[in-house]
């Protein structure tokens, strides 16, 4: 994780540069975790709160800041809106329409497993076919991983499905679309899916939870199959070669994930 640094921490003149933009800035409440940048901060202004992110401009992860901030116009009304951009003194920073809420929980029988299906069902609707903006295929993203032809697709996904990437306020918001793709409409499905098993339910569980979403509910079984062996083997290497905590729940549930697919016929969901 990158140095979090605090708003009286950022350069004078930046500062000055996002207060035309928002106004004079009250009170600045930086994010502990949950977003993997340099800063990240709710802003209160005089017009209300904005949700500001970023890092330096050239950093490791100033690709990223870019990539969401030329995603954000085409991405439908369930993703926060970008306000405005700041590039000054080395850095680049978004503001974000302020999005409150909590993340959703996961756990068998908790209420919030309906509005997930309900937004993943949305998504893939809407974000079928892709925007024309410049996304890379998933195909190239897990070249060697799998056959092309059984991810490739025309759905924008999003791609990073953990629950702290959700909102759930009066309703289901997505956020930190840093990471996206455009590849099969069931793509994001699966990686929530994962996330299901993680969280306590059995993998026939899982998928028939993820079955209420059609683009799941419609993909080709050895597709699937092979998605989650994929899985399984990129996140094994992860974990070898770059161990961290969460990471070892996470491939175990996909371990399980892949193992329940082996076992029963793979032809249908």
Request: aromatic content about 8%.
């Given at each position: 994780?990158?140095?979090?640094?605090?708003?009286?921490?950022?350069?004078?003149?930046?500062?000055?540069?996002?207060?035309?933009?928002?106004?004079?800035?009250?009170?600045?409440?930086?994010?502990?975790?949950?977003?993997?940048?340099?800063?990240?901060?709710?802003?209160?202004?005089?017009?209300?709160?904005?949700?500001?992110?970023?890092?330096?401009?050239?950093?490791?992860?100033?690709?990223?800041?870019?990539?969401?901030?030329?995603?954000?116009?085409?991405?439908?009304?369930?993703?926060?809106?970008?306000?405005?951009?700041?590039?000054?003194?080395?850095?680049?920073?978004?503001?974000?329409?302020?999005?409150?809420?909590?993340?959703?929980?996961?756990?068998?029988?908790?209420?919030?497993?309906?509005?997930?299906?309900?937004?993943?069902?949305?998504?893939?609707?809407?974000?079928?076919?892709?925007?024309?903006?410049?996304?890379?295929?998933?195909t190239d993203?897990?070249?060697?991983?799998?056959?092309?032809?059984?991810?490739?697709?025309?759905?924008?996904?999003?791609?990073?499905?953990?629950?702290?990437?959700?909102?759930?306020?009066?309703?289901?918001?997505?956020?930190?679309?840093?990471?996206?793709?455009?590849?099969?409409?069931?793509?994001?499905?699966?990686?929530?899916?994962?996330?299901?098993?993680?969280?306590?339910?059995?993998?026939?569980?899982?998928?028939?939870w993820a079955?209420?979403?059609?683009?799941?509910?419609?993909?080709?079984?050895?597709?699937?199959?092979?998605?989650?062996?994929?899985?399984?083997?990129?996140?094994?290497?992860?974990?070898?070669?770059?161990?961290?905590?969460?990471?070892?729940?996470?491939?175990?549930?996909?371990?399980?994930?892949h193992a329940?697919?082996?076992?029963?016929?793979?032809?249908?969901?």
């Amino acid at each position: 994780m990158p140095r979090r640094h605090h708003w009286d921490d950022l350069p004078l003149a930046l500062r000055g540069e996002i207060e035309r933009h928002t106004g004079e800035i009250r009170q600045a409440e930086s994010l502990p975790d949950g977003a993997s940048c340099e800063f990240a901060a709710t802003l209160h202004t005089a017009a209300g709160r904005v949700f500001c992110k970023g890092g330096l401009a050239d950093g490791p992860s100033g690709w990223l800041y870019r990539k969401e901030a030329r995603i954000n116009p085409w991405l439908p009304n369930a993703v926060p809106r970008l306000r405005w951009t700041v590039e000054r003194d080395g850095w680049l920073l978004s503001g974000f329409e302020h999005a409150p809420g909590r993340h959703p929980r996961l756990e068998p029988g908790s209420p919030d497993l309906a509005p997930v299906a309900d937004l993943l069902s949305a998504l893939a609707r809407e974000l079928t076919p892709c925007p024309p903006v410049e996304v890379q295929p998933f195909t190239d993203r897990w070249r060697g991983l799998i056959a092309p032809e059984l991810v490739d697709g025309d759905t924008l996904l999003h791609t990073d499905m953990t629950p702290r990437n959700f909102l759930l306020s009066d309703r289901l918001r997505l956020v930190d679309w840093s990471a996206p793709c455009r590849g099969a409409a069931w793509i994001d499905t699966a990686f929530l899916l994962v996330r299901l098993v993680r969280a306590g339910h059995s993998p026939a569980a899982a998928e028939r939870w993820a079955a209420r979403i059609p683009a799941f509910a419609e993909a080709d079984g050895e597709a699937v199959t092979a998605f989650a062996d994929a899985l399984v083997r990129l996140w094994d290497r992860m974990q070898r070669t770059s161990p961290a905590l969460h990471r070892g729940p996470l491939l175990d549930a996909a371990r399980q994930w892949h193992a329940h697919r082996l076992i029963r016929q793979p032809a249908s969901i």
